[in-house]
């Protein structure tokens, strides 16, 4: 079952990574543990793991960076976290950071088993290097999902904040989300696809790491927007409602973000950018080219 | 404990300075009174929109009043040490008037406030808005006491019947009838409701007073929940407004705490709950009854009216839906009077309104005017006029994409609801997008009618069909494939949208084309005969020309040209060559001497175009 599965747990209480270890070596998998986020970057600059299961709250080293660190140099690598209070908060940002699932504290044997197994299919099953639309969405964005969908149901008029929700955790609300949001609050699918197309707040197409938008409200309009519009799409070689190729930009045109003092307004995931010009857009692209 | 505090130093925290540099400007400040020392005695209040976001960051010192604009990182220790060590206010960072050279140092005497009356924004940039004792010291919930434990519903409705108060929100209906309807409908559930879904292209007031005020609307919901005897209250805001919501949200926590939402409010026997519902951007939402839909999670469409809200409204109970600033204004009436409120604004246009200045002018901001005041104060004396001063004021759009543009000749109007509609635009929610010259007006339209086409909802075909009609019309005049007639198809297809559509968005979908049309007839014949834009906006239908006599030979246009279309020598008049010419009007722009002119297209004789500008003169002259 485990075959050569390699599994890194990090944690600073030892007897967490006894109990992983004990309970993963059973299935067949090749497990090691590390007690600090600083040994573990040590281990992996060494080694590749397929999967780590680690811990949030650490000395020194805590479970984010660690996260960020393997996300950077080491991608192939799936990522569990093992937490203690899966708060809405935490699980945000761990969500963003590209986390497979999470083992809430304390857990039973079959719980680690049953994450395991699907992380390692999750992994395998994945197309390496290429960044690909996934059509299939881990663990732990389909359990928020269906969190979502448990908390507003039978509520009445609930659908739009539900889909309002689910684009917060997933991004975007493909067909496989909308009919899921569907089953779950007993409409027909293509009800809830009526309000997603009708409303301009969804969007079905999936957003780059960053999300460029243009204010085209009057007071943008008469300072004349469209110009840096213009060079906006010059820039990136990107159309409107479109991602770069290397889906680090997606860009949108609003109707008024009602800061028109600020006018032209161009606003980039929540920063928003007054008084614009052609002249200021490639040095600002810049300043987003380099972050992840 | 607190020390003794001899200084405020409210800051502005609306989303025009953020954006400006707040933040930064805030923690250097922070940093700076800490290393010196100061900050036990002085305190920073962030506080919502000031209003005046042309010179953000702003920050106004207490107990002084001293006013500091244009805030930055560099100035602040500079500042610190001036203002709050040696005690001397920092001129160079006060406010001065373009042409004079002294620094204006306090808020009141600064002519973009001096017109200005606040009772919506009473509290703006004076309180912090997410602390509620703030609010409370200011006379706040005093009038939501007043209605539950001493009027009855009557005296309400009576009061803000008599106050003349208009819906903010665009039609300008009377709140006080709309009141009174739903309050003699009988029913087991009633809906108080606020219309947060600020829609308008270029209006963001209601924006800013959830941001700044939110304890003003939520106390003006409780006591028209009462007038009509609601106990469920929703606010429908945009979800592009995450401060406004995030406000709201605290707001209405405290006031649960407090006792002023939930059951038995203030002992008085009275029950009201609030919720917030986020809009997902459909700008025909604004509209009530499609908003009503868009709460019951459906698509935002509106519905024949009657039955009207009043009676069959949200989940079909009677509902009653309030705009942002309307609600604000309802404390004071209760509090004061209605007698109050009418000593101000004309007969039939009672009170203040609040509008957000934007576009061509020089003082871009959130302003509030008793009603009646003439358009020419508010853009002149408030707005100081246009941005760049060599440009002239050509009209000034009020009404977004429902409304129209108000030209020079009637800029001595009164700002009310009928002298508005009359000049063919509608106060609308109080936008006002003042234009210059170089603005080409048939583009103009094009621009709001893009908007609608965009935004019908698709329910009546005349305005879904009749909308992108008129758009291809326009996009043909405006790329030169206008043709004889056209002017007269556009207003007869107005015609038509306007008395076959269903709701307020299709209705007035044509109004910006039908008032462009009305007082700038000259621009789209000369689009279309001429194949001019006069004010180059229209790439297809302009031309560029540099006027010997007037050229200083600078090179700046030669430095600017993307295409490098612009020969000459130095101190020698330069010339465009018109092969390589791509009408960027980069030229035009850079041109510190005027000596770049507009002419039709493809035209190369610079003989003839002086004639016809000539002609043209002579025939406005």
Known sequence: MGDDTKILVVDDEPIVIKSCTAVLKSEGYNVEGMLSGKDAILRMEQTPYDLVFTDLKMPEVDGITLIRWIKQKRPDTGIVIITGYPSQDTMKDALELGIIDYVPKPFTPAVLLDVTHRAVEWVKGKAPAEKKVPEEFPPAMIQEIDRVITQYKGKPGSSIPVLQRCQEIVGYLPPVVQKRIAKGLNMTPAEIHSIVSFYSFFTMKPRGDHNIRICLGTACYVKRVEEVLNKIKQDLKLEVGEVTEDRKFSLETVRCLGACGLAPVMVIDDETYGAMNPKKVPEILKEYAGKD | ?621
């Open chain 2, 1 to 621: 404990m607190e020390g003794k505090i001899r200084a405020n130093l409210l800051m502005c925290a609306g989303t025009g300075c953020v954006a400006s540099g707040t933040p930064k400007v805030k923690a250097a400040l922070q940093e700076e009174l800490q290393k010196r020392g100061l900050a036990d005695e002085i305190k920073i209040v962030l506080t919502g929109c000031n209003g005046f976001c042309a010179e953000g960051p702003v920050m106004l010192v207490y107990p002084e009043g001293i006013f500091y604009q244009k805030l930055t990182v560099d100035e602040i220790p500079k500042l610190v040490e001036e203002h709050f060590l040696k005690g001397r206010p920092y001129e160079k960072l006060m406010f001065r008037e373009p042409e004079k050279k002294t620094a204006i140092p306090t808020m009141n005497e600064i002519p973009f406030f001096k017109h200005q009356v606040l009772r919506v924004l009473r509290n703006k940039g004076l309180i912090d808005p997410e602390n509620m004792d703030e609010y409370i010291a200011r006379d706040g919930y005093l009038a939501a006491a007043k209605a539950l434990t001493e009027m009855t519903q009557a005296d309400i409705i009576k009061t803000v019947k008599d106050s003349g108060l208009r819906g903010r929100g665009g039609a300008g209906f009377p709140t006080g009838m709309k009141w009174e309807f739903a309050s003699k409908s009988v029913a087991d559930q009633k809906y108080m409701l606020c219309n947060g879904d600020e829609g308008d292209p270029g209006a963001f007031m209601d924006r800013s007073v959830m941001e700044a005020d939110p304890h003003s609307v939520i106390e003006g919901m409780i006591i028209g929940a009462k007038a009509i005897g609601a106990s469920k209250g929703v606010i429908y805001v945009r979800a592009e407004y995450p401060l406004a919501v995030k406000r709201l949200q605290l707001a209405i926590d405290k006031c649960r705490e407090a006792g002023l939402l939930g059951e038995n409010i203030l002992d008085s026997g009275f029950t009201f709950d609030l919720e917030i519902y986020l809009g997902a951007g459909a700008f025909v939402c604004g509209e009530e009854t499609a908003l009503m839909r868009s709460i019951e999670g459906k698509r935002g469409m509106p519905r024949p009216r009657p039955p009207f809200p009043a009676h069959k409204g949200l989940w079909d109970k009677p509902s009653v839906l309030n705009n942002v600033e309307t609600l604000a204004q309802i404390a004071p009436v209760i509090l004061h009077g209605a007698e109050w409120y009418k000593t101000l604004g004309t007969e039939k246009s009672t009170g203040t309104k609040v509008f957000a200045l934007t576009g061509d002018i020089k003082n871009v901001g959130l302003v509030e005017v008793p009603m009646g005041i003439p358009l020419r104060t508010i853009i002149y004396d408030i707005g100081g006029g246009m941005k760049n001063k060599k440009k002239k004021f050509k009209s000034v759009q009020m009404g977004g994409p429902s409304g129209g543009c108000i030209p020079e000749i009637l800029i001595d109007i009164p700002v009310t609801y009928e002298d508005v509609v009359k000049t063919g635009a509608i106060m609308g929610s109080g936008g006002m997008v003042v234009m210059d010259e170089d603005t080409c007006m048939v583009s103009t339209s094009k621009f709001f009618l893009e908007f609608t086409a965009d935004e019908s909802c698709g329910k009546c075909t005349p305005c879904r069909v009749g909308t992108r009609v008129m758009l291809d019309m326009l996009t043909d005049i405006t790329e030169g494939r206008g043709k004889d007639g056209d002017i007269e198809t556009l207003q007869d297809l107005s015609r038509d949208i306007i008395s076959t559509s269903l709701c307020g968005l299709g209705q007035t979908a044509p109004n910006p084309v039908l008032s462009t049309i009305r007082y700038f007839r000259d621009e789209y014949e000369s689009h279309i005969k001429d194949n001019w834009c006069k004010a180059g906006i229209c790439r297809k239908l302009c031309s560029f020309h540099i006027f010997e006599d007037l050229c200083k030979g600078c090179g700046a246009c030669l430095r600017g040209c993307p295409q490098q279309a612009i020969a000459g020598e130095k101190k020698q008049p330069h010339r465009i060559i018109q092969e390589l010419c791509i009408q960027c009007r980069s030229c035009y722009d850079t041109c510190k001497f005027g000596a770049i002119k507009i002419g039709p297209a493809g035209c190369k004789d610079i003989k003839a175009m002086r004639e016809l500008l000539e002609k043209v003169k002579e025939v406005k002259g």
